[in-house]
């Protein structure tokens, strides 16, 4: 099997490639990390982090009961194929998605059915920063799949399928339907299924602390269902697969309301400003729901990513037919974009 690829981890670069938040976590999580760690560190961890969930209930306006903790959205995916699929079951998913879905199928043994995006591209000779848009395949139910799933926003295109689309396609699926929220915080409006939780038995919807909390480091995630199924995703999950720390710091995440809506506020508009200016270049994108935008550079994406990671600046460039020609850029701190646009100067030349 060809194992997944994460995106570069390089330290003291200009790091535009994994879509962390640019800023740094809420003092109470800093708070946190600085108290003292004796029996923290002696004792496991609440097997069901039940401080954790009782938090997150609260937030989301869901019971505990609700909720399961997870290392990372990334182990309550690795628990959901576990639980649901046998081998030779199906999972179908919108394309292209994010490269973690294809895996976990090839580990459990499960086919993978790819439906391509329906997708209108910008019109020719349109201006940089035209958008153009991507819909949910009309097909999507219709794979005799057990597992469908889909980020939402999609990662990488940043595109959002409606909340009443979902809702209908949640109706349609005979299996389980997984939406994955990992950018949802990045999204204006009512774009969350989360409050439909209750009216589709079929449902999970899974968030990350790794994007608008500033935690991928702490590796931590939700999953959200009827309380039955989390029920039974527990006796599939490992016995303590998040450790105490990184519950404490989700709970002092959670409960710092104001300063995360600070982070989601510097993180669009951070966004903007780097939008106006890619827009110079000419490219064109999707229409961004998250903290990213997957550009259209043309044939010499993979050249321009080269020229400026030899200079010390990480986007993130896939050599696949559909992705070739896009450079998907990571929202970040107003000098990374300076150092960016400067190094896109001389790397555009080059190429």
């Not at 490639?17 to 760690?37: K, M, Q, Y």
Request: charged content about 20%; proline content about 6%; some cysteine.
């Amino acid at each position: 099997m060809a194992g997944y690829t994460p995106g570069e981890q390089v330290r003291d670069c200009v790091k535009l490639n994994t879509n962390e938040c640019a800023w740094g976590p809420s003092p109470a999580v800093r708070a946190v990390l600085a108290a003292d760690p004796d029996e923290t560190l002696r004792l496991y961890p609440d097997p069901l982090a039940k401080r954790l969930r009782e938090a997150a209930a609260s937030v989301f306006d869901v019971e505990p009961d609700q909720v399961m903790a997870g290392n990372g959205s990334d182990d309550c995916l690795t628990v959901i194929y576990r639980a649901f699929l046998r081998p030779r079951d199906r999972v179908a998913a919108p394309w292209p998605t994010y490269g973690l879905y294809d895996t976990l199928a090839t580990l459990q043994g499960v086919e993978m059915v790819h439906v391509d995006w329906r997708r209108d591209p910008a019109p020719a000779g349109c201006a940089g920063g035209t958008k153009s848009t991507w819909h949910l395949p009309t097909s999507m139910a219709q794979h005799n799949a057990k597992l469908v799933i889909l980020a939402n926003p999609n990662n990488p295109s940043a595109t959002l399928v409606p909340v009443q689309e979902l809702r209908r396609l949640a109706d349609a699926v005979d299996g389980v339907l997984v939406v994955d929220e990992a950018y949802i915080d990045f999204a204006a409006g009512e774009a969350s299924i989360l409050p439909y939780l209750d009216k589709h038995p079929n449902l999970i919807v899974l968030r990350t602390f790794s994007k608008s909390y500033s935690l991928a480091g702490a590796r931590l995630g939700l999953l959200f269902a009827h309380k039955a199924m989390v029920q039974h995703l527990n006796k599939v999950k490992d016995s303590y697969n998040v450790n105490a720390y990184t519950q404490a710091l989700g709970v002092a995440a959670l409960n710092d309301r104001d300063y995360h809506r600070e982070l989601v506020k510097k993180t669009l508009a951070a966004r903007d400003t780097l939008a106006e200016k890619l827009a110079t270049y000419g490219w064109t994108w999707p229409a961004t729901h998250a903290n990213f935008l997957l550009c259209e550079v043309g044939p010499n994406a993979g050249a321009i990513y080269r020229a400026l990671k030899a200079q010390n600046i990480l986007v993130r460039w896939w050599d696949t037919p559909l992705l070739s020609t896009k450079l998907r850029i990571s929202v970040g701190k107003p000098a990374w974009h300076e150092r960016l646009f400067a190094g896109l100067a001389s790397a555009i030349r080059a190429s």
